[in-house]
């Protein structure tokens, strides 16, 4: 249905030819080598004696030698500083038999292994570099688990890239099936679990999820859990962006619809301005505080910072226009990660609050 995301964007990956200079990795494995710097770098292609290959975990460097590394730039320079130094010669550039195919993941078998568990490079002899994942791209790593509608960058021969292929089903019409069965059946779900009744001490009655809190809650752990039998809780990014932009229509319709008839007259009258006045600084104050601290302390950039100010006071409509106006996901994913606790909150709190009041 959904598909989880981290808590931070992951940093964008880049490319670096560095050569071997550093006598006390020679003889010693790639795969050991970038194995210092965790899961953050692959070496995907390496040049020995003026010849290009791919570059497996158990390749061997030698002095003079060229690799062809994949990973955030400040690991990269980490990496550097291990192998010798910077190349200037581009491997891709060089001549030789090798290509680039990036791969879905759709075949069921395969999901819920990991890119260790599938031995690529031994049965087939590719590297597998990148992991793409809902707009997030990661290097890839043996302990990565895979799901459906993965995306790996796979370098190798054609003939190889051709069994990979046929090996993780990579089937634009599996990848596409908008998997009608398995969203209804989690808004069923949803919305069962949203009526449920929460008690909490102190209060006189039970306060619920409702029709907002149940599905997104039961929406997160599904996209957690990712395949149940021959139920995949995956929704395609053409079927996500379409219910996207018709859930943000509808919204603003019915707001409009139940707002925009007594708009002029309410504010007119009595005390309408003093309470558009208090709405605007109970809106504006918390979203400057928010701001200010996410800005200043986090550092973080003004494209995140809009999905997180837009999550924070659970608004559609600023989020599709930062989506629009910076031409990012970026904040579609800074939204994610702060709107499911600040639904659930405001679900919660809104009907917690009128019990307390109302006891």
Not at 35 to 62: D, E, F, K, Y
Not at 325 to 340: D, F, K, N, Q, R
Request: aromatic share 4%; proline share 7%.
């Amino acid at each position: 249905m959904f598909s989880s995301l981290s808590k931070e964007p992951a940093p964008p990956l880049h490319s670096m030819n560095l050569e071997v200079t550093n006598r006390d990795i020679v003889g010693l494995p790639i795969g050991r080598v970038s194995g210092l710097l965790s899961a953050a770098v692959v070496v995907s292609r390496i040049m020995h004696n003026g010849q290009v290959t791919v570059a497996h975990p158990t390749t061997t460097a030698a002095l003079g030698d060229v690799l062809l590394a994949v990973g955030p730039k400040e690991r990269l320079e980490d990496l550097k500083k291990i192998v010798g130094k910077k190349s200037d010669l581009d491997l891709r550039e060089v001549e030789s038999d090798l290509s680039t195919q990036r791969i879905s993941v759709t075949r069921k078998r395969i999901l819920g292994k990991t890119i260790g568990d599938l031995a690529l490079p031994h049965r087939f002899g590719v590297s597998v570099t990148r992991l793409s994942r809902m707009g997030l791209e990661f290097a890839a790593h043996p302990n990565h688990v895979l799901k459906f509608g993965d995306t790996l960058l796979v370098v190798g021969s054609p003939e190889d890239i051709k069994e990979v292929s046929t090996e993780l089903g990579n089937s634009p019409k599996d990848l596409n099936d908008p998997q009608i069965v398995p969203l209804l059946v989690g808004i069923t779900v949803g919305v069962i679990f949203g009526s449920l009744p929460i008690a909490i001490p102190g209060l006189p009655a039970p306060v619920r999820l409702g029709l907002a809190g149940g599905p997104l809650i039961i929406a997160i752990i599904l996209s957690r859990i990712g395949q149940s039998g021959p139920l995949m809780w995956h929704t395609p990014v053409s079927a996500n962006l379409m219910i996207r932009e018709l859930g943000i229509s509808l919204f603003l319709t019915c707001v409009g619809l139940r707002s925009g008839g007594k708009f002029v007259s309410t504010l007119m009258s009595g005390d309408g301005v003093v309470w558009v006045l208090w709405g605007a600084a109970i809106t504006l104050i918390p979203l400057l505080v928010v701001g200010i601290v996410v800005r200043s302390i986090y550092k973080t950039n003004y494209t995140a910072l809009c999905g997180v100010l837009a999550g924070a006071m659970t608004d559609p409509p600023a989020l599709a226009f930062a989506n629009t106006y910076l031409g990012s996901e970026l904040p579609a994913l800074s939204y994610a990660t702060v709107y499911p606790l600040t639904m659930i909150l405001r679900v919660l709190s809104t009907q917690a609050l009128v019990l307390f009041l109302l006891r």
